[in-house]
């Protein structure tokens, strides 16, 4: 017997998994028409679906208005959470089967930072296809927020990214380690020199990468120092930071990745140059919705990263 009204109800048989999924549809969109698009049903019926879901475990799970959506109880809540584990393990269920228990199968959905897809990505997703050509696996390129978001969502399974930012309710291990450096056009002064400091870089023009968690590392390298960067231009993409830098004969940029091309787009040449004293290191992680369990499909491309990426003895 169990102490639990919601456990036990879920044990009479007059709950359907797809009165579950059409709950957690709607519970994840906020509103029954999001469900039904998704879902591909009509409204009426993903609605009547979570009405019969509330009648056989005799509870209020989530109150709908017009114009507001779907707002979940405390009890929603509960059986929101177990409803995602049990659709998940049925899920997991047809995919070991599918498998025969010799390989891999079913989705995977990756997130990826937007300034470290383009060296990480390319290579993991190459060599696991390679290992488990019957996983099919999807991905997004996008800021930090996102993808924390994302993964806290459920939306995605894992996600590479920094260490930064409010992590703190993911689990994650370390990939490598960055430390910011400056960038400079080939004719600007600082190019020639072996080394830069902030002083001497706080009063020129600052190209700044803003986008989240860059933004924050490039101003608190000056902060740090007590100093005050001159923002000369903000930008969004971190290839178009680059072209600017290498136009230019006075403005600099700081960045953390480093590109094995040493060319803007338009062909010119960016010169990179270490920063004394150095800059904190910034940690890139595997990283994964904390008390999440990984799916067998994850729990591979993590060992896949781990050999591509040894911890240094």
Known sequence: ??????????????????????????????????????????????????SELERALGAELCVRRRAQGVTLTPTGQLVLTRARRLLIDVAELSYAVQGDGSELVGPLSIGCFVTLATTVLPRLLDEFEQRHPRVSVDFIVGAQDELHQAL??????????????????????????????????????????DVVTLEELAPLPLILFDQSPSTRYA??????????????????????????????????????????????????????????PPPAAVSVVFAWAKDAELSPRADALGELLREQYPTPA
């Open 1 to 50: 017997m169990t102490d639990d009204p919601v456990a036990g109800s879920l044990t009479r048989g007059d709950v359907t998994l797809r009165q579950l999924a059409h709950f957690v549809a709607a519970a994840e969109e906020g509103t029954i028409s999001g469900a039904a698009h998704r879902l591909h049903f009509s409204p009426s019926a993903i609605s009547a679906s979570i």
């Open 152 to 193: 806290v969502a459920g939306q995605l399974d894992a996600a590479i990214m920094y260490d930064m930012d409010g992590t703190e309710n993911l689990d994650r291990f370390q990939l490598f380690r960055a430390r910011g450096y400056a960038l400079f056009g080939e004719n600007h002064p600082l190019a020639k020199r």
């Open 219 to 276: 101003m608190s390298v000056f902060e740090a120092r007590g100093l005050v960067p001159n923002v000369r231009h903000r930008t969004h993409a971190f290839e178009l930071t680059r072209s600017l830098v290498a136009r230019s004969d006075t403005a600099y940029a700081i960045l953390v990745q480093r590109p094995a091309n040493k060319m803007s787009y338009e062909g010119l040449p960016i010169i990179e140059k270490d920063i004394v």
